[in-house]
Nanobody, 122 residues
Framework: QVHIVESGGGLVQPGGSLRLSCAASRSILSFYAMGWSRQAPGKQRVLVATITVGGVTNYADSVEGRFTISRDNAKNTVYLQMNSLKPEDTDVYYC????????????????WGQGTQVTVSS
């Protein structure tokens, strides 16, 4: 079993920044990719950003140019730098781990954390 713990969420004003962190209990090099997704109660989960073991990144159109995903393999940690935040970015953000490309391509996820709340409001 893999434990994933997110942190860094909170309340921020529009235009502000937050950095989310995701700590995994085992080497993130053992996963094909790591990522961040978001989900509101009763709504479908939405992929925000992913980064492969090779460092290839991918972003949702809604966050392209504002969010940056990165990884520190030595610390088994993944980050999501969120800049120019908008009220519509408000959501619970989850850190996800993908054991294979197939899991990612089919919209699944292998492991995920408990989520961290991000609220963008004045």
């Amino acid at each position: 079993q893999v434990h994933i713990v997110e942190s860094g969420g909170g309340l921020v004003q529009p235009g502000g920044s937050l950095r989310l962190s995701c700590a995994a209990s085992r080497s993130i090099l053992s996963f094909y990719a790591m990522g961040w997704s978001r989900q509101a109660p009763g709504k479908q989960r939405v992929l925000v950003a992913t980064i492969t073991v090779g460092g290839v990144t991918n972003y949702a159109d809604s966050v392209e140019g504002r969010f940056t995903i990165s990884r520190d393999n030595a610390k088994n940690t993944v980050y999501l730098q969120m800049n120019s935040l908008k009220p519509e970015d408000t959501d619970v953000y989850y850190c996800d781990a993908y054991l294979s490309r197939a899991v990612l391509d089919y919209g699944g996820r292998s492991y995920w954390g408990q989520g961290t709340q991000v609220t963008v409001s004045s």
